[in-house]
T-cell receptor, first 111, second 113 residues
Framework: QKEVEQNSGPLSVPEGAIASLNCTYS??????FFWYRQYSGKSPELIMS????GDKEDGRFTAQLNKASQYVSLLIRDSQPSDSATYLC???????????FGAGTRLFVKA | DAGVTQSPTHLIKTRGQQVTLRCSPK?????VSWYQQALGQGPQFIFQ???????QRGNFPDRFSGHQFPNYSSELNVNALLLGDSALYLC????????????FGPGTRLLVL
């Protein structure tokens, strides 16, 4: 079982729609959760972090965390073609220094 | 304010050779982590350096070693290169007070032939 699992996609949504990206993790000791965006040929960029159960909103992005189900998701509202990228879910243990990444989900937003 | 920089951008080596990759952290950052990203995969944690010491290591063999200098810059050394070492090598920096927010450099793309 992989430590962080994501559907590789591609996930294709029309412009203006909501894109929903999901991630599960195996280590119950995980305490910090992140979503990174990676454009093709570029390095990852942190877009959201979440530490408590529930929702966290930042502009068009909403991260959702459910520690009991070991599940993290990212919702992108009003998706734009510029959102087309690979979205990486990552987790970290409390007090740990190692960030564990999933393989990423490719998102394609059609104009 | 300069971001994280890495050099070189691309590198071609042959099996058995050794390589050194370099990273300068973002201004004000004192912690450097190194990751390996194979094609189609997420970054894999190699190790992290803080105060010139390796603080934690991922599941990588001893062929992978590193160093951090007093100015917080860092090097990643890989000995006895294998074909499977071909990947994008990413450096990420952070400040000790906010380890959760790390900034990635542009990466070094290594091809081993």
């Amino acid at each position: 079982q992989k430590e962080v699992e994501q559907n590789s996609g591609p996930l294709s949504v029309p412009e203006g729609a909501i894109a929903s990206l999901n991630c599960t993790y195996s280590d119950r000791v995980s305490q910090s959760f992140f979503w990174y965006r990676q454009y093709s040929g570029k390095s990852p960029e942190l877009i959201m972090s979440i530490y408590s159960n529930g929702d966290k909103e930042d502009g068009r992005f909403t991260a959702q965390l459910n520690k009991a189900s070991q599940y993290v998701s990212l919702l992108i509202r009003d998706s734009q073609p510029s959102d087309s990228a690979t979205y990486l879910c990552a987790v970290k243990r409390n007090g740990g220094f190692k960030t564990i990444f999933g393989a990423g989900t490719r998102l394609f937003v059609k104009a | 304010d300069a971001g994280v920089t890495q050099s070189p951008t691309h590198l071609i080596k042959t099996r058995g050779q050794q390589v050194t990759l370099r990273c300068s952290p973002k201004s004000g950052h004192d912690t450097v982590s190194w990751y390996q990203q194979a094609l189609g995969q997420g970054p894999q944690f190699i190790f992290q350096y803080y105060e010139e010491e390796e603080r934690q290591r991922g599941n990588f063999p001893d062929r992978f070693s590193g160093h951090q200098f007093p100015n917080y810059s860092s090097e990643l050394n890989v000995n006895a290169l294998l074909l499977g070492d071909s990947a994008l090598y990413l450096c990420a920096s952070a400040v000790r007070a906010d380890q959760e927010t790390q900034y990635f450099g542009p990466g070094t793309r290594l091809l081993v032939l």
